[in-house]
């Protein structure tokens, strides 16, 4: 029943490690996006993807790499672990366009980099 | 560029106290708005959003918004109320017409509901 599911929910691992988080929606939406929420809780988007293709690559280090194998998943591949990596990544997913849909998030998965 | 600023990092308010979130935000070019919710531990949850039309717009849970495009401002607002209401609020815009649904996030809201 899950809409958009992320796994895994946590994740604890060493600097300097490759880590990955999955993320799949079931809502049949076209459009996939990555969000970052700091030790503040400010949230930013990092990446989005539209039925495969990416359109928003913010300003995030290369370390960081999306892939999206179909519109219903969107994996993000972290290599190179650092302290600063260490946040809440969040999931979500919407319809394409316009700027006027909802966007639906996953319960987010958060990172601790020891 | 669109900035979006909560006045507030933390309101606390007692149980069947009436509540207002503010939100401003900044743009050059007309936006949509949104509020999210975030319960501890958990992801985001749409409450409310405002597409056109009518200024006040009516979301889940109780909570209202009033949209003033004068002073690009478009606070929340809830009556009363509940210990459950206690949560981090967050207030959002995307670009109207836009080619992508980016939204650009306030800083937050801490709403601590008290007995």
């Known amino acids: 029943d899950t809409a958009v599911s992320q796994t895994p929910k946590y994740l604890v691992t060493q600097m300097g490690n490759d880590k990955s988080i999955k993320c799949e929606q079931n809502l049949g939406h076209d459009t996939m996006y990555w969000y970052k929420q700091d030790s503040k809780k400010f949230l930013k988007i990092m990446f989005s993807y539209n039925n495969k293709e990416l359109i928003i690559n913010e300003t995030v280090p290369n370390r960081f790499s999306p892939k999206s194998p179909d519109k219903a998943h969107l994996n993000l591949h972290i290599n190179s672990l650092e302290l600063g990596d260490s946040a809440v990544y969040f999931c979500?997913?919407?319809?394409f366009g316009g700027g006027n849909t909802e966007a639906f998030f996953g319960q987010g998965t958060r990172l601790t980099v020891v | 560029a669109q900035s979006v600023t909560q006045l507030d990092s933390q309101v606390p308010v007692f149980e069947e106290a009436p509540v207002e979130l503010r939100c401003n935000y900044s743009?050059?070019?007309?936006?949509?708005l949104f509020w999210y919710v975030q319960y501890p531990n958990q992801g985001l949850q749409l409450l409310l959003k405002y597409l056109s039309g009518s200024t006040l717009v009516k979301g889940i849970n109780g909570f209202e918004d009033e949209f003033n495009k004068s002073q690009t401002s478009f606070h929340l607002r809830k009556p009363s109320v509940h210990i459950s209401d206690t949560a981090e609020y967050f207030c959002?815009?995307?670009?109207?017409?836009?080619?992508?649904?980016?939204?650009?996030f306030g800083t937050g809201t801490l709403l601590a509901v008290q007995p």
């Open positions: 959002a815009v995307s670009y109207y017409g836009g080619a992508t649904n980016k939204l650009i």
């Open positions: 743009s050059s070019v007309s936006v949509y």
């Open positions: 979500a997913s919407s319809f």
